[in-house]
C-alpha cells in the first residue's frame, strides 16, 4: 500500500523557517516527480515545489523561489521542504504528492497518483 506521510508543521512568527518532510513508502520509491502543494482556506490549492528523484531537477512556485527548497534523501525515501523567511501568506494546509516521470507540467494536480494527508503551516504576523 502506498503511503506518504507528510511532518514538520507548526506555527511560527513571521520571518521564521520551518522544514517539513514527505516519508514515501510501498512503492518503488526512485524515478518519480514528488512535488508539495498547499491550500489557504477559501483558496485553490497550488504548486508550491517539485523534485525529480532520480535526477534532483527542481521546480518551484515564483511566490516562493530563494525562500523554500526542496529537497531528497532517496536512502530514506523522505522529500523535504525546507521554508524560510516565512510570511503569513504562506499560511496553508502542505500536502506532499507524487507521480511518474511521464506527464506534463509538475503543477498539474490531476496527474498526482499518490498524497498525503497535509500538514498544517500557520505564520503569525
Known amino acids: 500500500q502506498v503511503q506518504l506521510v507528510e511532518s514538520g508543521g507548526g506555527s511560527v512568527p513571521a520571518g521564521g523557517s520551518l522544514r517539513l518532510s514527505c516519508a514515501a513508502s510501498g512503492y518503488t520509491y526512485s524515478s518519480h516527480l514528488m512535488a508539495w502543494f498547499r491550500q489557504a482556506p477559501g483558496k485553490q490549492r497550488e504548486g508550491v515545489a517539485a523534485?525529480?528523484?532520480?535526477?534532483?531537477?527542481?521546480y518551484y512556485a515564483d511566490s516562493v523561489k530563494g525562500r523554500f527548497t526542496i529537497s531528497q534523501d532517496n536512502a530514506k525515501n523522505t522529500v523535504y521542504l525546507q521554508m524560510n523567511s516565512l510570511k503569513p501568506e504562506d499560511t496553508a494546509m502542505y500536502y506532499c504528492a507524487a507521480r511518474g516521470l511521464e506527464g506534463g507540467s509538475w503543477r498539474l494536480q490531476y496527474e498526482y497518483d499518490y498524497w498525503g494527508q497535509g500538514t498544517q503551516v500557520t505564520v503569525s504576523s
Open positions: 523534485i525529480y528523484t532520480g535526477g534532483g531537477r527542481t
